[in-house]
């Protein structure tokens, strides 16, 4: 059984023409880094995969400085129009590809956050604050994974 933790970048500050360039508030980064600490007490996640909009990047970092991962991948799958179907399709792939990994922590954004949960649970589909955590627990023999829960900074 693998352990994937699907998180929602941090607070960002407001929309703007470049998306992709929005960066994080003082809050955001207080909360991803809440959320790191509590990800390495609670799953310590061995890789991590991270959209590349710079609020997902700046979240990561913010992560990686309470935990230590063996593999890192900035993935362009995983942006907030992207394929929930096809990023599950390339995840499933990296775990198979990677066996010795039991937990992967992905990061992302609204809603693709929300529908890569769908798709690995049918019918869950949770609404993720900003530095959201959503656990799963998925068999990669099966192809089929439960949701445990959904945990949020306190920031």
Same mark, same amino acid.
């Given at each position: 059984?693998?352990?994937?933790?699907?998180?929602?970048?941090?607070?960002?500050?407001?929309?703007?023409?470049?998306?992709? $360039?929005r960066l994080l508030t003082?809050?955001?980064?207080?909360?991803?880094? &809440?959320?790191?600490? /509590? #990800?390495?007490?609670? *799953?310590?996640?061995?890789?991590?995969?991270?959209?590349?909009?710079?609020?997902?990047?700046?979240?990561?970092?913010?992560?990686?400085?309470?935990?230590?991962?063996?593999?890192?991948?900035?993935?362009?799958?995983?942006?907030?129009?992207?394929?929930?179907?096809? $990023?599950?399709?390339?995840?499933?792939?990296?775990?198979?590809?990677?066996? &010795?990994?039991?937990? /992967? #922590?992905?990061?992302? *954004?609204?809603?693709?956050?929300?529908?890569?949960?769908?798709?690995?649970?049918?019918?869950?589909?949770?609404?993720?604050?900003?530095?959201?955590?959503?656990?799963?627990?998925?068999?990669?023999?099966?192809?089929?994974?439960?949701?445990?829960?959904?945990?949020s900074p306190?920031?």
């Amino acid at each position: 059984m693998k352990t994937l933790l699907i998180m929602r970048h941090g607070e960002a500050g407001p929309m703007q023409a470049d998306d992709a $360039a929005r960066l994080l508030t003082d809050r955001g980064r207080a909360q991803a880094f &809440e959320m790191g600490q /509590w #990800l390495l007490e609670t *799953h310590a996640p061995q890789a991590v995969l991270v959209s590349p909009y710079t609020r997902a990047q700046q979240t990561a970092l913010e992560v990686k400085q309470s935990n230590h991962f063996v593999f890192e991948e900035t993935c362009t799958d995983i942006v907030p129009s992207g394929s929930a179907s096809f $990023a599950v399709d390339y995840i499933e792939t990296l775990i198979s590809m990677n066996e &010795e990994i039991d937990s /992967w #922590l992905i990061v992302a *954004h609204m809603p693709i956050v929300s529908y890569m949960v769908d798709q690995l649970v049918p019918g869950e589909m949770p609404i993720f604050a900003t530095a959201s955590v959503a656990v799963l627990k998925y068999d990669p023999d099966t192809h089929k994974a439960s949701y445990v829960g959904l945990h949020s900074p306190s920031i």
